[in-house]
């Protein structure tokens, strides 16, 4: 492994070998070892690595031009992206505008939230009601709404805090309703939060549809995302899907929001839209939003490389290889074998206390005991422990420590949705041989 010194710094020291090459659903490091990229790095990788016909049409592009600044030209690459986007959205959400990466999705969909209501003479709206626990980036903006203390804790003073409700871990509830009820009851408390707060400060409401790193692929129950579309229409709140990780085919459709036939206001993507061969994210909106900004004197935002040519040709490539192999169909099919395989290990290892997810953005917690679902002792660190074991067993899996916004153990299991049922058997039998190490 190497260790030497690097001038480069991101999180932490931990050492970690060089990439040297990457294919299908496995790297390779400098060593030759191989790993199984089980997380697709940070749910990104949704197509596989270095697919040779991506590579092959970001060529052509780079051949012909690599950056025209949006100002002075319009693209082919970004015109015909925006209108595959348009075409595989909701009815209504037709107007797209391109990111480099989550957290600027995620920004550029507040600050168009923002700016529609002021147009509309709303400027007392201004609220984004959120939840915890949440992750929708890292930036100042995003971390405004962003439910996690832990990653939001020390600069809490720099940026302004909007309110939250708690996300719907209806799992942990010991209660007598049913999940139908338990989804009304987590719903209803977004309208209370909305009566509080004062209904004409709210500007919006901003979910995942499925959590990613904040809860580790919590899934609401269906009651959940109906009433909640039903409460935000009845004040007059934009609905704010982040469909940073789970759109793009993720969960088994193009976006998440499909699974309930929920049509956001607007929709936030990222990660697996460039599939890690661009930085690439969009912001899909109504038409009418948009086209009314555009009337009172246009949307005051933008980045330097938004909608840059290679990105979106690299996010067309991508989109080409989805349609073309089904892979938000294998998505589905393999989502459910993967799902049925983490449930068995249920049975061989009493600390698993939930298996979650749609799709292929899955995920299974360690507890300590599972009929409370009291989470492991911090002192184990068990969601940097089990990576290692799965790390140094050639097998890459993501996790975090935020199940309520401060603790709980979860793990997302979730390989590019090219991945075939051969290598899902590899996937479990590493992922078992680590579980009985963390266990021994
Ligand atoms: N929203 C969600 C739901 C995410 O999962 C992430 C990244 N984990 C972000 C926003 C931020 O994306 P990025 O890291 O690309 O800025």
């Known amino acids: 492994m190497t260790t030497e010194k690097s001038h480069l710094f991101y999180q932490s020291r931990q050492p970690r070998p060089f990439l040297e090459r990457s294919e299908g ?7 030759g070892k191989r790993y199984i990229d089980g997380s697709s790095g ?3 990788s949704n197509i596989g690595h270095s697919n040779p016909r991506v590579l092959e049409k970001m060529k052509a592009q780079m051949d012909r031009s690599t950056f025209g600044y949006r100002l002075h030209f319009r693209t082919h690459p970004s015109e015909d992206l925006a209108a595959r986007v348009a075409a595989r959205m909701p009815e209504g959400l037709d107007k797209v505008f391109f990111v480099s990466g989550g957290s600027e999705a995620v920004e550029t969909a507040i600050k168009l939230a923002r700016q529609y209501a002021v147009t509309q003479g709303e400027e007392s709206r201004y609220k984004v009601i959120s939840r915890l626990p949440s992750y929708h980036g890292a930036t100042m903006g995003s971390l ?3 439910g996690s203390p832990i990653f939001t804790g020390k600069f809490a003073p720099m940026f302004t805090e909007m309110p939250k409700v708690p996300a719907p871990t209806c799992y942990l509830d010991r209660d007598n309703l049913t999940e139908e009820e338990r989804g009304i009851k987590y719903a209803e408390m977004l309208r209370e939060k909305i009566e509080a707060e004062g209904p004409e400060t709210v500007l919006a409401f901003l979910m995942e549809p499925v959590g990613g790193a904040s809860t580790g692929a919590l899934v609401a129950p269906d009651s ?11 004040y007059g709140i934009l609905l704010i899907y982040d469909e940073v990780m789970t759109g793009a085919g993720r969960t088994g459709k193009f976006l998440a929001a499909e699974h309930w036939g929920i049509i956001p206001d607007i929709v936030a993507m990222s990660k697996g839209f460039g599939a890690g061969y661009a930085p690439l994210g969009a912001v899909v909106a109504r038409h009418d939003i948009v086209e009314t900004l555009l009337d009172a004197g246009g949307f005051l935002h933008g980045f330097t490389y938004a909608g840059n040519p290679l990105a979106c040709a690299a996010g067309l490539a991508v989109l080409d290889e989805m349609e073309e192999q089904d892979l938000i169909g294998n998505a589905a099919r393999m989502g459910d074998v993967l799902k049925a395989r983490l449930t068995a290990l249920m049975d061989r290892y009493p600390f ?6 749609k799709g292929l953005l899955l995920a299974f917690e360690l507890v300590s005991d599972r009929e409370t679902m009291k989470v492991l002792p911090k002192e184990w660190n068990a969601h940097v422990e089990l990576v290692e074991l799965a790390y140094e067993r050639g097998l890459i899996i993501y996790s975090r420590r935020t199940r309520s916004g401060y603790e709980g153990d979860h793990f997302l299991v979730c390989p590019p949705l090219i991945v075939t049922e051969a290598q899902i058997d590899e996937i479990i039998a590493i992922l078992t041989d680590a579980l009985d190490a963390f266990a021994a």
């Open 224 to 234: 959940y995302y109906t009433r909640v579309a039903e409460i935000c229409e009845e």
């Open 42 to 44: 940070a749910m990104v």
């Open 352 to 357: 698993i206390g939930d298996v979650r997810g």
């Open 25 to 31: 659903i496995y790297h390779y490091d400098e060593n």
């Open 144 to 146: 405004g709404v962003t």
